[in-house]
């Protein structure tokens, strides 16, 4: 298995509540993403205006492996500034649950079909290579979401989306929904959640598990709410759990990290799996006198892949050969009895 990512920091990500990334720190970013080998770079939305066509111009001619893609509404007017920017794949993203499409953008199934399929004709008319999204995919009646995608895929479209937009599948019903789209739909697609629940991830590996061939995601999980799928989590979880390949070179993944942290003003949690600063440090003292004996005891996550290694450290959960070992570290031979005294005093 194969997993493909498509990045969205630059649109999904920035869309976080207070997070605005300079044009400099975009192009560094964007950089940055193609050096991490993601497949796919949701670069920015047009229709924003002037600065964000200027910025994704830049983009487009930084001759980058990756490819740059731009979002938009079902509008033909979102699709005529997405031909500004010279980026030739575009995503197109539609209601489809019966609440959006109603209270969003007051039309009907039939309607929302009909004004895709002219959409997704006139790009490709214009040169354009077409992906589409099912905007709260989650919440749409599963006949009328197959059909959306038949008819999605028979106007010309490369690629479809299924966005769990409000974070509301769990693991099994993101397998069943996907699993079934893909027993119908012959054409990639895309898994695109959000942790509301703390779900993205888990929901993205069920997703690809049932045959999802592309995971969006972003650097840190950052993004609406409570985020998205985080890039680091479902590579390294996808390629521990399900032996699954990807482009992805996973020593610049701290890197990245930390960029965006700093670029973001977002730091994330000191335990935050994969890149948190303190996920490989241990102080209890029944593992680290496991891991000194076998560093894999305690441990099925290897830091060495990362660029980083783990970390012993002293506290009121050590145990005596914890700090026999850190001192040893140090040049400092200690007898148990040594040890026991300098363990009762860190426990006061």
């Known amino acids: 298995m194969r997993v493909k990512i498509v990045d969205t920091t630059l649109r999904d990500g920035e869309q976080a509540p207070g997070i605005t990334f300079s044009l400099k720190q975009k192009i560094r970013l964007a950089s940055e993403l193609d050096k ?13 205006g002037r600065e964000e066509i200027k910025m994704l111009k830049i983009l487009s001619k930084m001759n980058l492996k990756a490819r740059l893609m731009t979002w938009n509404r079902m509008k033909k007017s979102d699709i005529e500034k997405s031909l500004e920017t010279g ?6 993203s539609v209601p489809v649950s019966d609440r959006m499409i109603k209270n969003k953008i007051n039309s009907n199934r039939e309607r929302v079909i009909c004004e895709m399929k002219s959409l997704v004709e006139f790009a490709i008319s214009k040169g354009l290579t077409v992906s589409v999204g099912a905007e709260d995919a989650s919440r749409a009646d599963m006949d009328y979401l197959l059909d959306f995608y038949y008819e ?21 019903s993101a397998y069943r929904a996907i699993a079934a789209i893909k027993e119908e739909i012959p054409v990639p697609l895309d898994f695109h959640g959000h942790n509301d629940f703390g779900m993205a991830t888990a929901n993205a590996f069920a997703a690809g598990k049932a045959g999802a061939e592309y995971v969006s995601c972003t650097i840190n999980g950052i993004g609406e709410r409570a985020g998205n799928t985080s890039l680091d989590e479902i590579v390294l979880s996808m390629m521990y759990m399900e032996e ?26 000191l335990s935050k799996p994969i890149v948190g600063k ?6 209890s003292g029944i593992h680290v006198d496991g891991m000194i004996k ?3 005891s305690y441990a099925y996550l290897k830091p060495e892949i990362l660029g980083r290694s783990h970390e012993f450290i002293l506290g009121k959960h050590s145990g005596i050969s914890s700090v026999k070992y850190i001192y040893e570290k140090k ?17 006061k």
């Open 294 to 296: 076998d560093k894999n």
């Open 244 to 269: 699954a390949t990807s482009k992805i070179n996973v020593s610049r993944l701290s890197h990245i990290s930390a960029l965006v942290e700093k670029y973001s003003g977002k730091a994330n949690s």
């Open 36 to 48: 991490l080998g993601v497949d796919i770079i949701e670069a920015g939305i047009p229709a924003m």
């Open 87 to 92: 980026i030739e794949n575009v995503h197109i």
């Open 152 to 172: 999605v895929t028979a106007s010309g479209a490369k690629r479809i989306r299924y966005s769990d937009t409000v974070g509301l599948l769990d693991p099994f």
């Open 278 to 283: 303190e996920v490989f440090t241990h102080e």
């Open 331 to 347: 040049g400092i031979i200690l007898t148990d009895c040594q040890a026991a005294r300098i363990l009762e005093e860190i426990r």
